[in-house]
Every structure is written in C-alpha cells, then in structure tokens.
C-alpha cells in the first residue's frame, strides 16, 4: 500500500493563477480531509469528505473547492491563489465514521508570490 | 465550534528527564483525542490516542491521561531521548471532526 499520496511536493504559483492539488489513498477510506499548517497555527481543516460525492466544509474553506467522485481521490483546487493561500498542505484519510484514526500523506509546501 | 489550546509552545528538556504537555478543549461532545509528532519538513504521525470513555492510556514512554469533567487532556514522556524532538500537536474530535493545537515545540538536549 503507498498509503496517501500527494501531489506536487513544491509549488510556486503567482497571485492569480489557479492549480490543484492531488490527493489519492489506497486504503478504500470513506473519509478524506484537507488541512493546511501555518507555522504557530496547528493545522486547520479546510474541507471534508465522508465518502464519494460528498463533501463539507471545513475551519477555514474560503478560497478552495473540492469535489470528490471516486474514494480514492480527493483533489483541492485554489481558483485565484493569493499569497494568503502560502501554506503547506496536508492531505487525510481515515476509515470510517468511528474509526478515528487518521492518516496523513507528505504534504504540498505552496508558495505564492 | 471546538477550541483546543495547548501549552507549553516551547519546552527543553534534558535527556533521561519527564516532558508533559497539556491541552483544553471546549466541547463536552468531543469523544477522541489524538497525539500526533511532526518531525521537521515530515507529516505528522499519530503516536497515541484516546477516547473519551478512557482516562489514560500508556504505550511504552508515552502515556495519555484525560480528564472529561475538566476538558483537559495531557501527554506524558518519559525518560527522553533526543529522538523524541520534534513538534508535537494534540487534537479534539467533535462529529468526527478534527480540532488541532498550536503545537509544542520539543527539544531534548543531551
């Protein structure tokens, strides 16, 4: 098993510009999370999915979609990218609704300039 | 929603000496409480865990001890090594939702 993958590892993005971030797990978990860290700050959640095609908000979702049509995937996409958005990002699986441990993949360091 | 607070943000600790790190939470329906390490540039990794029908819970050096009624709980390390630096975040769950703590910062000095 990888586990949970993510995509790219290093981003540099003008204000502006849009991309999305990978996530992918191989453990057939129904719930996927994005968080991102900022130093002094924990991570925060972003948005949420408790299985295929359906998804929530999370802490902090201004600024991110997501959507999520297979279990396996659950891409983050920043529309206009502001320097605000300079973050790393984590992705997270876990299994299901009382199965509360989570996994995490390796994280996307975003910059935007 | 839950507010989880930890402290210290910092803590140095010689080798072989106890650490202890301790967090709040403000949601009495928060019913899982994870300890996660992030060595630097690394994701964090969940080195202990517990619910809330649990008041503490050991795995080798690392204990959790929880108290409900106070909304607190605590990480115990014993006998530290300079391995165990690193930062280290607590969290509440509430509706399977995950509240993080700032983090503390760990530093194990030989």
């Known amino acids: 098993n990888a586990g949970v993958t993510q995509t790219p590892k290093f981003q540099v993005l003008k204000t502006g510009q849009s991309m999305t971030l990978q996530c992918a797990q191989d453990m057939n978990h129904e719930y996927m999370s994005w968080y991102r860290q900022d130093p002094g700050m924990g991570l925060r959640l972003i948005h949420y999915s408790v299985g295929a095609g359906i998804t929530d908000q999370g802490e902090v979702p201004n600024g991110y979609n997501v959507s999520r049509s297979t279990t396996e995937d659950f891409p983050l996409r920043l529309l206009s990218a502001a320097p605000s958005q300079t973050s790393v990002y984590f992705c997270?699986?876990?299994?299901?609704?009382?199965?509360?441990?989570?996994?995490f993949g390796p994280g996307t360091r975003l910059t935007v300039t | 929603g839950e507010n989880v607070e930890q402290h210290p943000s910092t803590l140095s600790v010689q080798e072989g000496d106890s650490a202890v790190i301790k967090c709040t939470y403000s949601?009495?329906?928060?019913?899982?409480f994870p300890w996660y390490k992030q060595e630097l540039g690394k994701r964090p990794q969940l080195i202990i865990d517990?619910?809330?029908?649990?008041g503490e819970k050991k795995d080798q050096r690392i204990a959790v001890t929880l108290n409900k009624t106070a909304k607190h709980f605590s990480l115990h390390i014993t006998e530290t090594q300079p391995e165990d630096s690193a930062v280290y975040f607590c969290a509440a769950t509430s509706w399977g939702k995950f509240q993080f703590g700032a983090g503390t910062q760990v530093v194990v000095t030989p």
């Open positions: 949601d009495s329906a928060s019913n899982y």
């Open positions: 517990i619910r809330s029908n649990v």
């Open positions: 997270a699986s876990r299994s299901g609704t009382y199965v509360y441990e989570q996994y």
